[in-house]
């Protein structure tokens, strides 16, 4: 079992930045992929970023360039670095934990979630 718990939300302006922190329990991350999510009201959830269990990113096309990932393994946590915000970027973010496959995006393949976080970019 895993258990997550995200922090670092808010309210920030457009261009600005913000990075989410994701401490993770109960397994290391050897053991399983991370990924993070988000879902904007009234929409699905959408993939977001992460990494496979090389240790590769991989991200989604509406943050290339603008959102990385990266992992404190020691503590056992992951983060996502958002630049660049974007209104359309305003959401809850959640991380997740898979704990099969190479580096899944879809979020049916992911079997442990965060509570999630919010994230809104006013204009």
């Known amino acids: 079992q895993v258990q997550l718990v995200e922090s670092g939300g808010g309210l920030v302006q457009v261009g600005d930045s913000l990075r989410l922190s994701c401490a993770a329990s109960?397994?290391?991350?050897?053991?399983?992929?991370m990924g993070w999510f988000r879902q904007a009201p009234g929409k699905e959830r959408e993939f977001v970023a992460r990494?496979?269990?090389?240790?590769?990113?991989y991200y989604a096309n509406a943050v290339k360039g603008r959102f990385t990932i990266s992992r404190e393994i020691a503590k056992n946590t992951g983060y996502l670095q958002m630049d660049s915000l974007k209104p359309e970027d305003t959401a809850v973010y959640y991380c997740?934990?898979?704990?099969?496959?190479?580096?899944?995006?879809?979020?049916?393949?992911?079997?442990?979630w965060g509570q999630g976080t919010q994230v809104t970019v006013s204009s």
């Open positions: 990494f496979s269990r090389s240790g590769g990113e």
């Open positions: 997740a934990a898979a704990l099969t496959g190479w580096g899944p995006v879809n979020a049916r393949e992911y079997d442990y």
């Open positions: 109960g397994r290391t991350f050897s053991t399983f992929v």
